[in-house]
């Protein structure tokens, strides 16, 4: 059997491990995605085929095909050089054969590659090679003995025939894949990384502070540790030292080296080779080995960085919406004014102003008849205050201003909204086609009503970057980072589907199957026909084929004729569901929601050649649950009355707050003062945690306790746990507030989202690192 027809069956085999799955599955889950097919809709409509693997597995199967595919070109490549050159044994073609990364693969192909002219080639040319060999061969003799027979031409004296030899066993140990192998274990495992400030950079890089004489263990270290030591070297504050341990870990790498030579003995040309043996070591393979586990370290630590930014945006993307109702957005500022902008249920600009009840107009007055003038026309059910500058004051006014609406007048709620990436948007292209006559400034309190109808359906206009529930997002690989946050973004478009009516361009483009050009197209004809009586009309906007309808038709909703088009039953399976309806005598608008009926029927009855199990059980939760939103109820929390500024904070006062971002070393919490303060993950419970998103998730309503206050620094520590609290204050989620209600707050980042953790497990609250001060000024 040739290399060829197995590299399918072990890429298979490999990811099935990986994955925790069988290697059928894979084989046809790769075969869809070949074909075309999107993960959402492979993870939700072809489970028969892969046997119920989710969008999670999907994407790692898809991510780390690629890369064995990869792999396994490069596996051709290296083997057809190697035979071109005419130096392909049966032992190293087995070698090339069983190496199992793209690493190991370079190790193995590091000599015969081909290479500038190096010390080694010229010693070589020079005639110095057989002294080398000679050493070898009789390590008992004095290779000092042995050089003045190779003193000829270019190599003028004994000494520089030692070091021509010396040059080319160098070259030959730092190509010999066993070596390095061997080294990348033991320091992967042993290895000390270490940081020291630079000479005169103590007070220009204060903010690393924490750094300026750190060591720990390689293999241990966290990866926000990481970053805020590679971002302190990248400003030149500190440098970075990778090593074994000092004591004994500099010998069991020379011993490593010096083990490729074989048994040595003893006598002079013994000593000479283990010389040799060491200076490989710490002149070039120290060198070497520093690189790669430099490499593997930022990689390790981007990886991590990257997936906490993805699942705070997912939880942000899945964040409770307060559903179609009349939205007064608040944007506020003090100089240029309060931006007021009111959106009806569907989004829609309804009416604007811009109102100065701060300083250095105090039109206090004249901004509270245009709010009761705005809330009255419009039946303003929802207010969405921006939590920026002034947004406290600006809750202020609305609380006065809802306290003395005529009775009889429905009180709207209020709400502070996370304005994260709402200036992004105000100026994109989308925005000004979207609003060619609105202000910039105005267009940003629309953003911020239209994120608590439905912060999924809003967030989605801004690039994720620009979100900020990261951590060191700017410091890791853009291209891998955006990558991750649009494939975050595309599980939860489809996860909660799309109503293909009203739904804007840039939602539609993250559907499965759709695209931007193609949501633009669908626009484009909604526009000019009016709205989708069905999903079957989807087929007359132009441009769209039968693959992009069978991916996309699943996850667009059309409230019509047909009532399965606004479920996720897919069109493709419509005969079993009126199978299904037909089986119980019922009308298919009576039986969609009765529970009780649908329950009573055994799936396996309406089980055909074409969809099997998983299908049809999907069909019956559907039809009992139609168009099922997995978002949560609409929450919010209450801000305490008279805290409004981190000077107004007491260690002791218990308060509550809503999670804005999750890192790996802590949560960080919005309390109401316009700073985030941080829960350390030691502090988030009262038992060991060892990842925060095992307790919250950002938009979760907490409970916390302050324990420390800097105000200089502006840091908040926080604690969640109940260690000396007062017991009845429990650390979960509220119900929807009534209207009328105290202040509130809904999730969302403010500037504090890049802070990094405190260095230690605990006591240390919000302080002891630089790196808070380090990421805030990012």
Known sequence: MTTDTRTPARIARRIATEIGAAPAQVDAAAALLDGGATVPFVARYRKEATGGLDDTQLRTLAERLAYLREMEARRAAILASVRDQDKLTDDLARRIDQADTKAALEDIYLPFRPKRRTKAMIARENG???????????????????????????????????????????????????????????????????????AGKEE??????????????????????????????????????????????????????????????QGPGADWLRGVAGWAWRVRLSNTIYVDLLSELRARAHAEAIGVFARNLRDLLLAAPAGARVTLGLDPGIRTGC????????????????????????????????LLALIAKHGVDLIAIGNGTASRESERLVAGLIGRLPKGTKPPTRVIVSEAGASVYSASELAAKEFPGLDVSLRGAVSIARRLQDPLAELVKVPPQSIGVGQYQHDVDQRQLAKSLEAVVEDAVNAVGVDLNTASAPLLAHVAGLGPSLAQAVVAHRDAQGAFASRAALKKVAGLGPKAFQQCAGFLRVQGKEPLDASAVHPEAYGIARRIVAACGRDLRTLMGDGARLQALDARDFVTDEFGLPTVRDILSELEKPGRDPRPGFVTASFAEGVEDIKDLRPGMSLEGTVTNVAAFGAFVDIGVHQDGLVHVSQLADRFVKDPHEVVKAGDVVRVRVTEVDVPRKRIGLTMRKDNADSARDAGPRKEAPKGAPRSAQAGPKGASGQAAPKGASGQGAFGSALADALRKR
């Open 339 to 370: 931006k007021i902008a009111v959106v009806d249920g569907t989004g829609k600009l309804l009416d604007t102003a811009t109102i100065y009840p701060f300083q250095p107009k105090n039109d206090l007055r004249g901004a509270e008849a245009t």
């Open 128 to 198: 110095l090679e057989p002294l080398l060999r000679a050493i070898q061969a009789d390590p008992s003799r004095d290779p000092g003995a042995l050089a003045p027979a190779y003193v000829a031409g270019a190599v003028e004296t004994p000494k520089a025939a030692l070091e021509g030899a010396r040059d080319i066993l160098v070259e030959e140990l730092a190509e010999t894949a066993e070596v390095l192998g061997g080294l990348r274990e033991m320091m992967r495992r042993e290895a000390v990384i270490a940081a020291r400030v630079g």
């Open 204 to 265: 220009a890089g204060a903010k690393f502070s924490d750094y300026f004489a750190h060591s720990e263990s390689w293999a241990s270290i966290p990866g926000h540790r990481a970053l805020a030591i590679l971002r302190a070297a990248n400003e030149g504050v500190v440098t970075i030292d990778i090593s074994p341990e000092p004591e004994t870990g500099t010998a069991r790498a020379e011993g490593i080296v010096a083990r490729a030579l074989g048994p040595l003995g």
